[in-house]
């Protein structure tokens, strides 16, 4: 895919997560796999509302800009997630009051199982409700390598449950979700912003 | 009517009640009767906020595609309640928060009773406020020809109140509700997400 | 104001409404009036989300049909507060989940006492947040001459607080409220819908 | 900036918060600093869901009218935070369920502390979540002399947190926060409306 196409698909995305109130502000960021070396990725602190194909910039598998436009803070999660899994073609990282309510509500917990819902079948390679899906809760920070680091050792040491890591929340910040294309990532963003919800309802009103 | 015809009010019903956040990702399926012998109904994992008539397939009574497409997973959940009765012309299956949550918060519990609410009177032969209206919540399973012989079973020997069969909650899943024609079936849908959205909001300040 | 202008504003109105999920399936109705002897009101049963103009229909000050459509099956409670008030020039009727709610969790009380919100200066006649405005809770019944007693013998005797009547809800029903004009009412129901959500979450945060 | 760039701006702002339903009934109001000795503000009691161009009137620096038109009652508020400090370009002031609800449930408290969230990064300065914002909760009152005096002195003495004054709220009347200009004003508010729902949800799930 080239540049150009990469930057309508993630114009497209980022108003319809707008819709939904899942990136106040200047937040949220998007990106999408191009080939082997390089990646589109939403520029620093635009607006998601007016987001245009000129906020989507081009940078190298370290993170590093190819072009003009200065990438999002939070590139390097993308490329190492991307590093990570070659079958993950786009990733999408949002802010929604689900996602931090939930982080900061489990304090103290590193990570948020679902089960039982038959909306996880929305999760690649998931064909049962009867499943179990791990999210890991990063405690945030401002030092990217140190998350992108903590990601790393998720990845290979972190029991995802049974159908590998498929997101992460980072505590009182937002969630990062992706997918084969950009379609799957809104799809599985979708998903897990729904359960989200359904989590916090089902604990709240347990109480 | 023709499939044509069904598929236009299918997209339609589709848009609607994805605007309401009723069918996230790929979740939700709907269908209309086109005549004695065959349905119209929504293909197979398709998304829902693209859906498009071409995304809708014929299916015979017992669920098995007439055309191209293949139709969707849980076909035979709406094959089984065409049968069961003939005044039924269209069904719709959603995943919402409320529907899925308070099928979980009832777990143990085998339906839930809705009373009291004036917007009773829009499940057809509903007349007062004063009414008893049971919506049986079956367990969940991927085997939906157990799905199917449960709905059967509970059609014949299940109290469902003052007003016959209106629809079911499968639990962590979702809601189905059904009508004469599909706007009657989506009457029937805003009249059950409001009620549920109400037990929960009852149930919740009661705590 | 002649019907075809007051059906037209009423067919506004009624869109605005629909779009904030305060008339569910086919509830909610709408009426403006017209001179001393007639009164635009909707039909009955009718879809408030497709609702056209050919949906509003004239009745006389005791709700009998003066042309072609049958009125709102609750025409008598809007012809009764027009009676009692010559200022009011329209009246609005909606099923919120929040109206609905609180009707219900207030079981066994007779009314909802608002006061200290600044928002309470769009009720007509308030200019100061320090203010105390009554909506009685009615209960429901089907018997709407019995429900049009009970109003005209609550504007009379009930202490409305600090403004007079301004609205009432009916219990596990919906709200009613007013205004010198169409305008108006829906300011009257903008401010109250919020009221009542807050109220709501105040309560449900104390618990 | 002239008065009908401020105007066009203006109403986009106010439609964009309609939309988001923080400014009901006529509830709102939204300034813009045009230059040393000139504001351009919302007009008094105008519906911000039909706000047009002429509904914006022009005020000196102590809020006197400087043409035609009445402005807004809370001109005073926005005049007072202009005079304070001179970085601010634009000023919003909305009515939202969260930001009435949360001064309300915080009875007795003079202030909201906001830290931990990632989003805090959207207030001008702030460039951690490790960090502490401060929003004073003034008692409302009609007297705006006496709220004006309660803000001028709150600038000087009240401990802001990390970032000095970024917004505040009157006791179950709502938010006013600012920016260099109106659409950093609207990325303030996102984000203040944002995290007092996250405030709010938070509180009440630990309950």
Redesign the interface.
């Known amino acids: 895919m080239d540049l150009s196409e990469a930057a309508l698909q993630i114009v497209a995305a980022s108003h319809?997560i707008e819709a939904r109130g899942w990136a106040?502000?200047?937040?949220g960021n998007y990106s999408v796999r191009l080939d082997e070396t390089r990646i589109a990725i939403t520029a620093s602190g635009c607006?998601k509302?007016t987001l245009s194909p000129e906020d989507v910039v081009e940078v190298d598998m370290l993170g590093r800009a190819l072009g003009e436009g200065r990438p999002s803070a939070e590139t390097l999660l993308h490329v190492t997630a991307y590093g990570l899994d070659a079958s993950i073609g786009a990733i999408v990282h949002t802010?929604s009051?689900a996602n931090?309510?939930l982080g900061?509500?489990l304090e103290g917990e590193r990570y948020v199982e679902l089960s039982?819902?038959?909306?996880l079948k929305?999760v690649p390679g998931v064909?049962?409700?009867?499943t179990r899906i791990v999210l890991p809760i990063f405690e945030?920070t401002?030092n990217l390598s140190a998350l992108a680091a903590a990601l790393r050792a998720a990845w290979i040491s972190l029991d995802w449950g049974d159908a590998g890591p498929s997101g992460y929340l980072?505590r009182?910040?937002?969630l990062y979700t992706w997918g084969a294309d950009l379609?799957s990532a809104l799809?599985?963003l979708?998903?897990f912003?729904?359960l989200l919800?359904?989590e916090?309802?089902?604990?709240?009103?347990?109480?």
């Open positions: 319809a106040p502000a200047t937040s607006s509302a802010h009051v931090t309510v900061r509500l039982g819902y038959e909306l929305a064909t049962t409700h009867s945030n401002q980072i009182g910040h937002g379609a799809n599985a979708e998903a912003e729904f919800t359904c916090i309802e089902i604990r709240r009103s347990r109480v």
